[in-house]
């Protein structure tokens, strides 16, 4: 082994050779563990192909990412011929190759954002589970489980021999780089062989044979032909992992091309985890917007600033403009004054289908008027009692929104479903049903799985309406998103009175972090449109709010422990001015506006991504803060 070697395998660092050409010339055990071109597998199996009557389980993070370039047309080679499965559906399947008389068994959702997705039952005689969980990605088969962790989006496969029933290929880290995903194998592709110790020789192999990822292969060719220097700490996605590299050329004769490059990697996960310990303003939410909706991010910035949700967590605007396109049962859920039955409207506004929007509020319906009011009258049914549609046959080829659905008797629910089943309506007087076509979308307060369990809610119905649930937060979770929108909703209000943009105290930014918000948004738009009408100066203090947020000896104690701030903003101590600073929203938008360019060198584009707005946003924002956008920030915090 020469000297090069040995001092690559006592890095900790994945790390691989090139030679001017692209060609492989050395890799540390490191990187081969990493990419999965080295096996500690303790399930072996030998090289093969899937073979007609093999069993095929599937779980799949996101269709088409990272799973081989699977397509939902591909899974008809185990008998999903789904109309409704879309690129970057969440899976998890079961199916029998090439034998089309045996039937499938399936879940999925319209969203890899969703929640845990699992699949258990007995498919050709073998019990097997199939579950999707955050961050990991599990197959069982009988008592034997095989997992894969997975940071962006993940494609597990386990076949079983058709035969013998025994596990013929399972799917290991690394088979983007062997060529072994779900989409490459059900399109006829053959896999390597996996035992304990087996590594995959890439040695003078070009790397593009073991190594995927479009913008370090740009770069990478950008540093052999010498057009650019080292590059150091460069984000790049290669075979699905998120990584940071640093590219260094080898010196050439006479400074002329290189004569190589040296390829360094490291995982960008620890450092997004430093990012968000250092503000808690980057929320996990919005980690995994980013990680999951780049490709969508523009359209959904725009359609949640259109629709005046953009103050919901990046996790629940991404979720709604997805459904939002797609022509499924909807069910929203969150405490009173969430913004539920908004929702409901912004999503009938941005939906592809078009016709009537229909609400039905659950509560107000006398169940012994239900089935008039709901399914219609027929003429004749009594003296002057003319043909009446019911609210669902008007809604027909539109939209059905079932407010405070909970509130529904348990025979109505039954009603309801029959409905809902067999896609018809029969009027009071009638026997003859009339065909409907539409969209459900349902809200509700309640926890219906506790009221299914309790004998409240028939089960039947909350799994046929649960197709994808849309889960509001309530705003005592949101920690100091209520500052940002209360500034917001401030704003907004002040605008609309045509008075000056005010801001928030010291003291009122504590209380409003302390109090506990029963009512939700919509009781501190109020309190908001309250402190706009009555706030005197350009600030808002404690007694501008009301007493229910705080109370009379509440006002009197913070009062006396603040410390005295001037109405027009003037400070009358240092340290007040200090404290003032802290809890300056500007300030703090300010330096965190600073701090994530400083992490991005610069990119304007990179961290309105990191910051959950668009480009156009941040560049209007660095102007009112009177930043030179075409200059890099300083390491300082200054611009």
């Not at 003037?570 to 001015?577: R, Y």
Request: proline residues 5%.
């Amino acid at each position: 082994m020469d000297l090069l070697q040995c001092l690559m395998d006592s890095s900790s660092h994945a790390i691989f050779t090139l030679d001017r050409d692209g060609i492989i010339t050395h890799i540390n055990q490191q990187a081969k563990v990493r990419f999965g071109l080295y096996h500690n597998s303790q399930h072996p199996h030998p090289a093969g192909r899937l073979e007609p009557g093999d069993l095929v389980l599937i779980a799949d993070t996101a269709i088409g990412a990272d799973d081989g370039a699977l397509r939902p047309e591909d899974l008809a080679r185990i008998g999903i011929r789904e109309p409704r499965l879309r690129v970057n559906d969440r899976l998890v399947a079961a199916g029998v190759f090439d034998m089309p008389s045996r039937r499938p068994v399936y879940k999925f959702l319209p969203d890899q954002d969703a929640d845990s997705l699992c699949l258990e039952t007995v498919c050709e005689g073998t019990p097997i589970r199939l579950s999707i969980e955050r961050r990991s990605v599990t197959v069982t088969v009988r008592d034997t489980v095989y997992t894969i962790g997975y940071f962006r989006c993940i494609g597990q496969m386990v076949v079983l021999d058709g035969a013998t029933g025994r596990v013929k290929f399972w799917q290991e880290k690394g088979y983007s780089a062997r060529r072994e995903g779900i989409g490459h194998l059900l399109r006829g592709g053959s896999y390597s062989e996996k035992r304990a110790g087996l590594s995959l020789q890439v040695e003078g192999y070009h790397f593009r044979d073991f190594f995927e990822g479009a913008q370090f292969e740009r770069d990478l060719a950008r540093v052999l032909n010498g057009q650019a220097p080292r590059l150091e700490d460069r984000e790049y996605e290669i075979n699905g992992f998120e990584l940071v590299a640093t590219l260094l050329p080898v010196p050439g004769a006479e400074g002329g091309r290189p004569d190589g490059v040296i390829v360094k990697f490291r995982n960008i996960e620890d450092i997004h985890v430093t990012i968000l310990e250092r503000n808690n303003a980057i929320k996990m939410a919005e980690r995994t917007y980013r990680e999951t909706a780049r490709k969508d991010a523009p359209q959904e910035a725009s359609f949640a600033e259109r629709f005046g949700f953009d103050t919901l967590p990046a996790s629940v605007r991404h979720r709604v403009y997805k459904l939002s396109q797609l022509d499924c049962g909807i069910l929203i859920t969150g405490e009173n004054g969430t913004g539920k039955s908004f929702l409901a409207q912004a999503i009938r506004q941005a939906q592809p289908r078009r016709g009537p929007f229909v609400t039905v509020d659950c509560a107000t319906i006398s169940p012994t008027l239900f089935e008039s009011e709901m399914f219609g009258i027929e003429k004749g049914i009594a003296t002057g009692v003319n043909a009446r549609k019911g609210l669902i046959e008007e809604a027909s080829g539109g939209t059905l929104f079932l407010d405070e659905l909970a509130d529904m008797t348990l025979p109505n629910q039954a009603k309801l479903l029959r409905v809902l089943e067999e896609r018809e309506v029969l009027r009071v007087g009638s026997s003859k049903p009339v065909s409907v076509d539409i969209k459900l979308i349902a809200a509700t307060n309640a926890n219906l799985e506790e009221a299914v369990r309790k004998g409240n809610f028939r089960e039947d119905l909350y799994y046929r309406i649960n197709v994808a649930e849309i889960r509001v937060p309530p705003l005592r979770d949101r920690g100091d998103d209520i500052l940002l929108l209360a500034q917001l909703f401030l704003e907004r209000h002040c605008a609309y009175m045509g008075r000056p943009r005010l801001s928030l105290s010291p003291a009122v930014c504590r209380q409003l972090l302390q109090y506990g918000w029963p009512g939700n948004v919509r009781e501190l738009n109020n309190e908001m449109e309250r402190a706009a009408s009555l706030t005197i100066g350009n600030r808002v203090e404690l007694s501008d709010l009301s007493t229910r947020i705080v109370p009379d000896e509440v006002r009197c104690h913070l009062l006396e422990t603040e410390p005295l701030i001037s109405r027009d903003g003037a400070d009358t101590h240092q340290a007040e001015t200090q404290t003032a600073q802290n809890y300056n929203l500007q300030e703090m938008e300010r330096k965190l506006i600073l701090d994530v360019l400083n992490k991005t060198g610069g990119n304007k584009s990179k961290a309105a991504e990191l910051l959950g707005i668009t480009r156009e946003g941040l560049r209007k924002k660095l102007l009112r803060m009177g930043i030179n956008d075409k200059e890099p920030p300083h390491g300082d915090g200054r611009a």
